[in-house]
């Protein structure tokens, strides 16, 4: 008989009949003649109780010895659980045992500090909390698709290796076969990286957009969904050095169109969260941030703020508040300011635009007074920016004058540019962390605790 999984069971409207389970062990209690066994095969938050009694023929040789994380096939009768807070259990018939557990197997029952599962992520993922972030991160990239592929945008692989900066920013990983101890010089006794593998110097991308624009210029709405890399030195609860960026792009589209998006995009995605996985987001709700249920519902109801970055500037400052980075018009906002922006002055999500062009990248809109760019950024309560976007540069002059502003060199963006010179359209984008969104859905702390193998500074295990 195949196997069923444990949400298809407890799905089921009336017990009975034969099922054949196969997952580890949550718990295992042994008493007299009888023991109780919790089976999580990671297809819920619950796991299913099985009761064996001494009638198995194993029953003293294997299964009274069973421990917590032991693998086992289990088949038997679905009955109706007399005990409380489970359905259904299953009366096992038959129960192979698949594979042991060594005695000093780390997740015993006791609560684990994340610091601690952080060092075992290979198992990490069977601890309830870790099940649950899994599945509401797939959960969420189901959404991210399903947005995208209704509205008829094409998903479009950006490259993981590139020959650009897009953010212009200098954080990126160099990808090299060349010998390190010896490499190559020219006759200015400077790396020769014509001899690399790539012929040029290559990095790990920071972001799909450059490629996105050029996909957007042929498909009109476009969306990459990957991986990508930032080298800086950010040991914050919400950077990774590897994290994973939706980027949506489209053609004759200006900001507007773009804030309308990217708030329409949010809503779908908390609330696609919220109709897959009640259960996993209940016990968020219950163990880890008892606001996250009352957040999500209020966000995906409510429209966001909209402020200028200059509006925003003066908020801060007539605040009353003393920030660790003083606030001038030119700063960047820092996460303290973001946060007080959202959470204690307009207590929902805020959609700022028009930054100062000095803190922004190369390809952003140059407004009309020269000084701002139609950039616009959203801000989410304990997250912060969870978005950034803009509208893109599509005047020729104007991107070469802000290439040359910021010492970039044109040559390495020639064909960024050539879009400009043929059959240029405004067009506009953003990018989405998509390890912030499962922080802020879930209420995780920490962003190294929604990424199955987290890439922080001084630490890239497993
Ligand atoms: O604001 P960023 O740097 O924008 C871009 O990369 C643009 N090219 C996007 C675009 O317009 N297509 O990054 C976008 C988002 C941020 O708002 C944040 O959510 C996330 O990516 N992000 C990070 N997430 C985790 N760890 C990091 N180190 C991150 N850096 C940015
Ligand atoms: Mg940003």
């Not at 709405?221 to 030195?233: K, L």
Request: proline share 4%; glycine share 8%; with cysteine.
């Amino acid at each position: 008989m195949e196997h069923a999984r444990v949400k298809e069971i407890l799905n089921r409207n009336k017990s009975g009949g034969n099922v054949v389970i196969k997952g580890w062990l949550k718990t295992a209690r042994h008493s007299k003649g009888f023991s109780f066994l919790e089976v999580s095969d990671g297809s819920c938050f619950s796991g299913i109780q099985v009761v064996a009694g001494e009638g198995l023929d194993n029953y003293d040789t294997e299964i009274k010895k069973l421990l917590t994380g032991c693998a086992v096939s289990v088949s038997g009768e679905l009955v109706d659980s007399p005990g409380q807070g489970q359905k259904y259990e299953i009366k096992a018939e038959k129960i192979a045992v698949v594979g042991l557990v060594d005695s000093d197997y780390p997740l015993q029952k006791k609560r684990h500090t994340y610091e601690f599962l952080r060092t075992i992520a290979h198992l990490r993922p069977r601890t309830n909390s870790f099940g649950a972030v899994f599945r509401v991160r797939n959960a969420a990239s189901k959404a991210v698709h399903h947005f995208f592929q209704e509205r008829g945008f094409v998903y479009l692989h950006s490259p993981i290796i590139t020959a650009s900066d897009c953010e212009g920013a200098g954080e990126m990983f160099k990808v090299t076969t060349l010998d390190l101890k010896a490499p190559p010089r020219d006759e200015a006794g400077k790396i020769d990286y014509k001899q690399d593998f790539f012929g040029r110097e290559a990095h790990l991308t920071v972001s799909g957009q450059l490629e996105a624009e050029i996909a957007a210029m042929a498909l009109s709405n476009v969306y990459t969904f990957g991986p990508t890399f930032r080298a800086e030195n950010s040991n914050t609860s919400r950077h990774l050095a590897e994290f994973w960026m939706i980027e949506p792009e489209m053609a004759f589209c200006d900001i507007r169109g773009d804030m309308d998006l990217a708030e329409s995009f949010l809503k779908y995605v908390l609330q696609s969260v919220l109709n897959d996985c009640p259960d996993d987001m209940q016990f968020f709700n219950d163990r880890i941030d008892n606001t996250v249920l009352a957040t999500m519902e209020s966000i995906i109801k409510t429209p966001f703020e909209r402020i200028t970055y200059t509006e925003a500037v003066d908020i801060l400052l007539k605040s009353g508040k003393t920030f660790e980075y003083p606030v001038t018009w030119g700063c960047d906002l820092q996460s303290e300011h973001e946060r007080y922006l959202t959470e204690d002055h307009i207590k929902r999500p805020v959609i700022v635009t028009d930054y100062p062009k000095t803190i922004k990248a190369f390809y952003m809109y140059l407004n009309d007074d020269d000084k701002t760019v139609r950039a616009m950024d959203v801000l989410v309560p304990k997250v912060g920016e969870i978005i950034g976007g803009s509208q893109r540069e599509d005047r020729k002059d104007i991107l070469l004058k802000r290439i040359g502003e910021l010492n970039l060199n044109e040559k390495d963006y020639w064909w960024y540019i050539d879009l400009r010179r043929y059959g240029s359209v405004p067009h506009a984008g953003f990018g989405l962390g998509f390890e912030r969104i499962v922080q802020f859905m879930t209420g995780m702390g920490n962003i190294r605790d929604v990424i199955p193998f987290p890439r922080v500074p001084g630490y890239a295990e497993f």
